[in-house]
């Protein structure tokens, strides 16, 4: 299959005798896919019942003669203002109130209205749509998730009826959300609430928990719906959904189940100086969605800057595309085509200028289609081998810092993930808590605190069997209900790591009292400052890899190091900080135990490598606006350009270095 | 006309036998002017169509006894608690739901039981009080506008009504909103709402900015309703309102179509030190204000602090007062002669001290109105003749950082006028965006994104015929419903300025990479910072006037210049951050085309001229605290205090010179 | 009595099985008492009517058997689901709406569905368990008094209920609350309105104390109730509730009238390096506390932190346990013995550890019940003369930031309390503003706003008879209801202290202006940074103690003194800012005036004196971790350790000296 390259396009905003143009101007950049219909309801069905999907045939097949596919969306991100007429509550609300009709998304998931509705404007696409050969793929829904939370009396009704289906009754609802305090026991689950606006004293950990799966599962449910009827009357499409990112209200391991293939919005920010770092975050979410795509290793970037700022130059859109390509992307998606005249997202960069001419990312564009075209086919599929994993789980985000994008869990995930990929080099995966783990040399695992006695049993197991885990102190403290165990941190791993928690404290006042900041230190004198959390540990069979520097706890473990097995588990005692913190952890595990790189890169090369028949093709992206050199300790030829390279090479800035590695 | 000089009282707070000393003691002071009334609604009305206006005409008459005139305000700023009581709906709401009764305010201008009984207060004040001689002018409500919105039942039916006229069918109103866009389309005005709690992605600027034409349309609707009245029943005065500034929630050049002047509550902080700048934002207000009089050349203060802080001299209430004078005011009316020992206003500075004597200030303003007396008939009904103007535009402002006083079109605003009147030391016109602008040699008019093809045409005209124009690149970018033209910015003007935006950069994200703060650079070194965009020009015939000194736009046009026909067309391509940018601005056009000052002034002295009968007076008020030297290449007589002054001389801090230019 | 050392324990949470062994390691540590059913009302009625105290029965005895007595709790504090569900208005509301079920207290006061059962709960409990010989005191509710206010239809209708019964007539409200500002003036009581989202200008001050009284006065008359029912059904036990600290929404001097003792939760956080000042807040809370016995001079720490976090050592523990004694506390119960597993306060530190091993403070704790069993009894019942006296009143607290825990009022009290306790090194009582004082040889009342004319001519009359009075200018500047007084500043007292505000500035102005930090200037030098508002003095009869140093105020007076009958009156004309500004005045006044310290102490060492049979005891708690010298003029006998001991000697880090002074 071809790599697909192309952009958002919207027909319903413009005259359609403006389509065509627009198409031409697409197909001069070699653009072969266009997004379409995420947001079309209103357009299909104007008033209720009155279905038109005329001019969404038109436009696919406009697009298709300028050698364009479609990838159509379903379109229940959204609600035709006649849904919402009909019935209030088919949008819900937030702490403020019932939503008003405006903006978008919003949607309830738990009013039969909303159901009812969506359901029938899928099937009626569907049908209609459905066999049009130049549909190659469906994005169900649109960054489906949003608003994180839905306060409203039908949500109170389905959480109701959520937890009736998985407590069976009510003391078991209770004693998993220890409603004992604060008499919060409760006689029936109607006395239950949605967690909104509590008196004092704020919302359990545990009623919390369960409202985000509920939350989750709506968007599952529906999802899972569509995907049911594209299926039906649409076969041999693939199927994905946009996720805006692993940090999310949904989860999308679940998702895997009924999706082909994982998509994220890639709405990282586009590197300049040093800031090159941003663009690790991007690695992070291409592997997360790599793990999505059960097995078939493919993922899409579904929308995608499309315009380099003032002060980049317009390179910088093929390297980040590069670099989609290089962790496993089959498709890039730019948002968007043509940017709109009026709604709230005016203010967005578009590929074609606001006077319609094509911007100066247009010839860049052009050569990455080029490109493409001769020599994607040569790793089109190919794998994407990992000696390294890092390990996400969305309850244990959720777990943490309740409803807040980016919190805490996930980013020191993020950092953890950066840390390890900037400092050694080499391909790492994401994979979900349950995953089969054992291929991999180095699993990095921060914040699983929620972990069942067989989860610790599998990764114990991992560890005797030789591997080499990283976790902090706060894993496997808390059952899945989000229950504290009654074990000293880190919990049900305190055998494995050698070591446990006797005391904590919070940085900022060890920082306050000692006018220092709190930082480790290793034995050769590295030094990083750590951020929230410090705590005291005792050992109990672990060795000491960095100690503490201020305060009381100056000269005492900081991560600790214990062989167990045939392994090493590895154990931090304090929050990361910033993704140099996990650059330096790294950096100890590396020298210690020998992970190796795919090549010598200095900072700002982004290095990963895909494997297709027995080759391998080594990728090095320059994420920094400045040359870099790198050093090849073998022979590789340059895929687009041609040649061969060996042991010391510039990446010029936003360059990209696709080479195959000579098997010699 | 004399100049009125007086003070707000409330005689509704007071026991009457107390209210002659305070007369009294105003007359002491040589006040001849009390503003009255204008929240007394409960003290007229106690109970539902129990009328009482003897108190007030009471009052009226015996301030009369001792010299003192009276202007008396409509009392529909408030509301009394039997009307909430009868009808909760009186009040509006906010985010949070229905306003509670307390505070003031907050009336909603679309509830039919609010206008009957405002109607009906305002008629039988008007019957009972108005033809009361020693009434001198109204004062229709206070400070209206607030709260900028409103949201409640009653605003939605309002609102569709509004919108139903003014786009007599639902498809007009789509295509105006682009209500395409995430299916917002609506079949009938009755789906649409005010715009509150939106789930995401907020509110299209499209119904954000009917909604605030809404809302000032309800404001409009009730004070014209008011001014009808209070012309039939009480002819031959004066009427205003108090505006609380230029940045406001209702279109006050509408108001002008009702009222005879505007007057406006100068709230501008007291001067010390070097922040004598903020006198420059009551300069603007003043100009504004004198547009407001449609030609009068008049204005009132209708609010103003009579109290000098403890770090002042009490002098500075005089300069504040000279001031004004110097720009057109006719009257200022100090806020308050009596502080409340009660209500929410409890700590609001008075002329009186708490004790009831007389502040330090007394002496200082019996020194003025002594003054007045003497010379104020020599300057009554001047003309301000300005060579110069700013343009304002309510529409713009809204259109532009939603519904925040001081927003970010408004600092710009303020900016732009005060750096032009501080370089240029010269009288400042404030004009509409649809004035004749004909009469100017210079015009700066940053940000009217929104504007036609004919105003385009006009001020592509103005430029042909000799004017000089200065505007940002923002400028002509949108059209009137709010939506983008689909043309590079500057818009429209882009052959007038001779130059266009190719790209955009976020001035924070540049600081951020280059460790240094964005600036431009004029040809002669002034080198000034930036604020929050950055745009990279693509010169199509104009010329450098300023370059960009960082990151990959270091040494590329930042402002530029173009001849056009017989005039000048200058561009700026970035924000002006400070009043400080648009000073270097001036400058740069004050050395290039010649716009002459009145004088030479130092920092801290506010140069203004007034023309009567052929002659022509200088004002230099000094808003710093310590003595500034200014130069007059002309020869002077000293109003005030007598002689003939020329070539350099010293304002005292705070003190005002008021001269007559010597015509020889 | 003995000591009572214990912790609080929730039975309900555990398994019955697992309580003996609990209840068997508390006895191993020495502890006495259990706190326990505070929160317990669905353990005890799990549905409605169906009661079942036997298990708490059961819980107190087997604590007696390990020799542990029970201090027992009304439920109040919480509500069972059935209980919200019958009447969702059990509970109240904020901001934004009614408040769901969940968390704990919101319960709605004015309700009577929770009046009628929060009594029912109450009566069953104290017939149910009240005559257990092992229960030795009640705690009513549990920190009674959230959420400081409650917005909802029932609280609409009692607070009218209140001002009816306060107020009388409506017109006499009308006075009271100035409502003829606004138009404001009501005409009926049902008019009135809770005062939540205010339209415009908020609410005026006269509203909001009335609110503060309304709402501390529906949880007075709940404790109230509970009080006499726990009197009635379990004689001969003592009974508190447990305040959070002296600035709270309820009056706790009213609350003397129906209770024993006053408890206080002293989370006051644990001192390390300077930041030992902290424990004068906790000193603070202690004198308060220990007035509200109503001269039993006892008071209880119904919860203190039990746990040294990893900074400290964990002689912190016992640090803290001893000043409470040093203050007069009988009785310290931490908080808390084993933490949950779930709900929303899962991070509390408790006594044991999470793997139920006793922790670090384990043995600190059984090294001071042991010297408590030894030693305590010499000073049970002890009085604490003080010559020194801070004025603390909850009313004008509410006056002043409105709703604010921690707000200005009580920042200033605070320092005002810790500089003078720890200049002066002596007993510092907190008094109401309406105790008797002539005891007193120094007074220290800070911003006593609200203050009649005969609370005027008391303070008066204490200086007249030779008291040395401190207040600064905002003090009796107001009536009770909050209304200004047509007087200067510090309004009825101008005479005593010979001098008068005749005109203000806000310092962070000042400091802008200046670029100087505004401060005062003793005449020896000393020099103290000031906050918020600076005020201009006129003298009168009064002597310069302190100057300004910044702006037009520089060299004019900040403090003065007046000497007036046999005694003296010290103004302050600025805000303390912090702790240090009230050490200095302190300083100035322990120079001046010769008021005399226990004993000589450096910073960090917290002085208290206790007295008992004619035999004085002095406590010297050092609150650093450093060791400090201190200076005893005299020779003392050490409690605990034994042995003589009189000049230098240092009391080491976070160490104690308990000693009897040699009367000899």
């Keep these: 299959m071809e790599f697909y390259l192309g952009s958002s396009y919207y027909p319903e905003w413009w005259p359609e005798e403006e389509w065509e143009e627009d198409f031409a101007k697409m197909e001069s950049l070699g653009l072969n896919v266009v997004r379409m219909g995420e947001f079309a309801w209103s357009w299909y069905e104007p008033r209720e019942g009155e279905f038109n999907f005329e001019p969404m045939r038109r436009a696919i097949d406009l697009a298709a003669k300028h050698g364009i596919k479609t990838v159509l969306g379903t379109t229940t991100a959204v609600c035709p203002p006649w849904l919402y007429q009909k019935d209030r509550h088919v949008k819900g609300g937030n702490i403020h109130g019932d939503y008003s009709f405006g903006g978008r998304k919003g949607q309830c998931l738990s009013n039969e209205t909303f159901l009812k509705y969506a359901r029938r404007i899928t099937l009626e696409q569907a049908k209609a749509l459905g066999d049009n050969p130049n549909i190659i793929g469906w994005q169900l829904d649109n960054e489906p998730g949003f608003p994180f939370n839905d306060f409203d009396g039908c949500c109170n009704e389905g959480f109701r009826d959520w937890l009736r289906e998985k407590y069976g009754n009510i003391d078991a609802l209770n004693k998993a959300w220890f ?30 928990i369960d409202y985000r799966r509920y939350f989750s ?56 100086g040093d800031a090159y770092r941003v663009q690790l975050r991007a690695s992070m979410e291409h592997s997360f969605d ?17 315009f380099a700022d003032a002060n980049n130059v317009p390179e910088v859109v093929a390297a980040q595309t590069w670099l989609n390509i290089s962790h496993g992307a089959f498709a890039t998606i730019f948002f968007e085509w043509r940017s709109p005249t009026g709604g709230a997202e005016e203010a967005y960069p578009s590929l074609l200028m606001r006077d319609k001419s094509i911007g100066e990312a247009g010839p860049v564009i052009k050569k990455m289609t080029d ?24 309850e244990n985000s959720w777990a943490h ?22 400092a050694l080099a080499c391909n790492v995966d994401v994979a979900s808590m349950r995953d089969d783990l054992s291929k991999y040399k180095l699993v990095i695992a921060p914040n699983l605190r929620m972990m069942t006695r067989e989860d610790a049993k599998a990764y114990t197991d991992y560890v005797k069997n030789g591997g080499i885990l990283v976790m902090n102190t706060e894993c496997a403290t808390r059952d899945f209900n989000n229950q504290i165990y009654e074990l000293l941190e880190p919990g049900l791993l305190s055998e494995l790591f050698g070591a446990e928690v006797i005391s904590k404290i919070g940085a900022s006042k060890l920082n306050a009292e000692t006018g220092a900041k709190a930082s480790v230190r290793y034995a050769d004198g590295t030094e990083r400052q750590v951020r929230s ?16 520097t201020t ?13 167990y097995g045939e392994g090493y588990a590895v154990l931090y005692s304090t929050d990361g900080n910033d993704v140099y913190f996990y650059e330096a952890l790294a950096g100890y595990i590396k020298n210690t135990f020998g992970i190796e790189s795919l090549l010598e890169a200095g900072d700002g090369v982004i290095v990963s490598s895909r494997v297709k028949e027995g080759k391998e093709y080594i990728f090095a992206v320059n994420a920094k606006d400045s040359p870099v050199e790198i050093n090849i300790p073998y022979t590789v030829e340059d895929v687009i350009n041609g040649g061969e390279i060996s042991g010391r090479y510039t990446v010029e800035g936003y360059g990209v270095l696709f080479a195959l590695k000579n098997n010699r």
């Design 533 to 548: 959390t410090i705590n005291k540990l005792r050992l109990k069979g672990a060795d000491v890899v960095a100690e503490y």
């Design 401 to 422: 810092a309740g409803w807040v994008v980016d919190g805490f869990y996930d980013e020191e995930f993020f950092n953890a993930y950066g840390g390890f990929k900037n």
């Design 551 to 563: 305060g009381r706890l100056a000269g005492t473990p900081a991560i600790t190091v214990r062989k």
């Design 179 to 208: 409603s004992m305090m604060w008499s919060n026991y409760y006689n029936d689950f109607d006395q239950i609430e949605i967690p909104v606006n509590a008196a004092e004293g704020g919302w359990s950990p545990q009623v919390q």
């Design 371 to 394: 490109a493409l075209k001769k020599h994607y086919s040569k790793i089109d599929g190919a794998s994407t081998p990992s000696k390294v994993a890092a390990v996400y789980s969305h």
């Design 217 to 272: 599962f709506t968007f599952n449910s529906l999802l899972s719906m569509e995907a049911e009827i594209i299926r039906k009357y649409s076969p041999d499409r693939f199927i994905y959904t946009n996720w805006p990112g692993a940090n999310w209200s949904v989860d999308c391991f679940e998702g895997a189940e009924y999706l082909d293939y994982a998509g994220w919005d890639n709405y990282v920010g586009q590197p300049a």
């Design 290 to 306: 790599r793990r999505l795509s059960s097995g078939k290793e493919r993922f899409l970037v579904a929308e995608q800057l499309a």
